[in-house]
T-cell receptor
């Protein structure tokens, strides 16, 4: 079974721009979660989608949004980028309430 | 609000030493418990999990964890660590009553000196 894939792997943007990150879950997994990982803050939960519906949401500003498609693929969008948005963005998929399987992440650098 | 506490942010041990990493959670209902590991430059991966049954669970690479419900704890142990165990370890909890959102601890960076 193929693992969770995330594209792109690396991104460099400037302040004020917007960015869209993509995640393809493991086949058959209907839940996709997004996290922001930084050295200072650890792993911060952004949101979780299940069957195209946002089921859970973390404490991030409205500039962070996401969606899930009928094939369970998910995208997250960050608008009006700030320097502090530089981080590794991780996607994880799971089947029902079992363990999450993580992708390699997208490294976003905001200049 | 639910929270997960990992008591040690950094741990340094010598090879062959015994390891115990603490994890406590605040939720009183039925929970599922996980330990994940992130080796340098690699994906986060599951080390072990507890859903029900025997409170002592065994995971990969010789790790085990014990669920003590009365103490709201799920500590990770390994009798003899190796240099290759150098990694960051995360405890995570989800609960049926919170829509199964996974709550994460801050992580413990473990360094094993050869």
């Amino acid at each position: 079974k193929a693992g969770v894939t995330q594209t792109p792997r690396y991104l460099i943007k400037t302040r004020g721009q917007q960015v869209t990150l993509s995640c393809s879950p493991i086949s058959g997994h209907r839940s996709v979660s997004w996290y922001q990982q930084t050295p200072g803050q650890g792993l911060q939960f952004l949101f979780e989608y299940f069957s195209e519906t946002q089921r859970n949401k973390g404490n991030f500003p409205g500039r962070f949004s996401g969606r899930q498609f009928s094939n369970s693929r998910s995208e997250m969008n960050v608008s009006t980028l700030e320097l502090g948005d530089s981080a590794l963005y991780l996607c994880a998929s799971s089947s029902f309430e079992d363990e999450q399987f993580f992708g390699p992440g997208t490294r976003l650098t905001v200049l | 609000a639910q929270s997960v506490s990992q008591h040690n942010h950094h741990v340094i041990l010598s090879e062959a030493a015994s390891l115990e990493l603490g994890c406590n959670y605040s939720y009183g209902g039925t929970v599922n418990l996980f330990w994940y590991v992130q080796y340098p430059g690699q994906h986060l991966q599951l080390l072990l999990k507890y859903f029900s049954g025997d409170p002592l669970v065994k995971g990969i690479k010789g790790f085990e964890a014990e669920f003590i419900k009365s103490k709201f704890s799920f500590n990770l142990r390994k009798p003899s660590v190796q240099w290759s165990d150098t990694a960051e370890y995360f405890c995570a909890v989800n609960a049926m009553d919170s829509n199964y959102q996974l709550i994460w601890g801050a992580g413990t960076k473990l360094i094993i000196k050869p």
